[in-house]
């Protein structure tokens, strides 16, 4: 059976302190419903474990689709969201997979997080499957590996671009841009020739996508990835 760690954020407001955020609901939905069909065992934990938040606007029926929608409705599944784990509880264990969801919170608490540096680290340089979609991407921006070099240095990657962020109308909450910073760090970021559509880069065991709308095609590509890197 495959292990994999699912690391969601435990922020709920932006800095501003006026706005709620959050995990972005499908960016778990997803990759946990495919997980789940594959009967892999599943861990969601979060930098203060516990109850996390989910962004309102992930809730919205625009953007709310039918699998987000049937887990959002079914009490176990809400249960489990009021009991992740903490970094701390599972920063010894190892997983097949390490899966970064993304929600506007983890440009707070995901990029300076040393429990989750060391995690990603570890599991990349076993050659185990490292994901991360979306804001979730920003926790890989200050991974060094023990070479001392940047995991994402020259590596080809995407995330949530700064044109989205204007469209998402929150370029003036953001603590930082993310896609300058990926860039500055050195990786070759990749986004879709269409703002707020899917697309999903894989990089050796490194695979990222860009926006909340790639939610379905990462899951896909990871559960291939964590098969292929299992034969």
Known sequence: ML?????????????SNDLETGLWLSELTHIYHSAKEKSYDITIA??????????PESLKPLVLDKI??????????????????????????EFDGVYLA?????????????????????HYEKHQIVAAICHGVGGLL????????????????TGFNWFEESLARR?????????AALKERGADYKKAF?????????????????????????AKVVIEELKRNHK
Not at 46 to 55: M, Q, T
Not at 111 to 118: A, C, E, K, S
Not at 171 to 179: A, C, D, G, R, T
């Open 171 to 179: 370029k003036k909450k953001v603590p930082f841009n993310l896609e």
């Open 194 to 218: 269409i703002p707020m559509t899917s697309k999903v880069v894989t990089d050796g065991n490194l695979i990222t996508g860009q926006n909340p709308f790639s939610s379905k095609e990462m």
């Open 102 to 122: 993304g929600g506007h919170g983890t440009m707070y608490d995901f990029p300076n997080n040393t429990l989750l540096q060391d995690i990603i680290k570890n």
């Open 3 to 15: 292990k994999l760690l699912i690391v969601v954020t435990s922020v709920n407001k932006y800095e």
């Open 142 to 157: 200050n991974v060094k590996l023990s070479n001392g070099e940047y995991l994402i240095k020259g590596k080809t990657l």
């Open 68 to 93: 987000s929608k049937d887990y959002w409705d079914d009490a176990n599944f809400r249960n489990l969201l009021r009991h992740t784990k903490s970094l701390q509880e599972v920063e010894e264990q």
């Open 46 to 55: 979060s930098p203060n474990g516990g109850d996390i938040p989910i962004d």
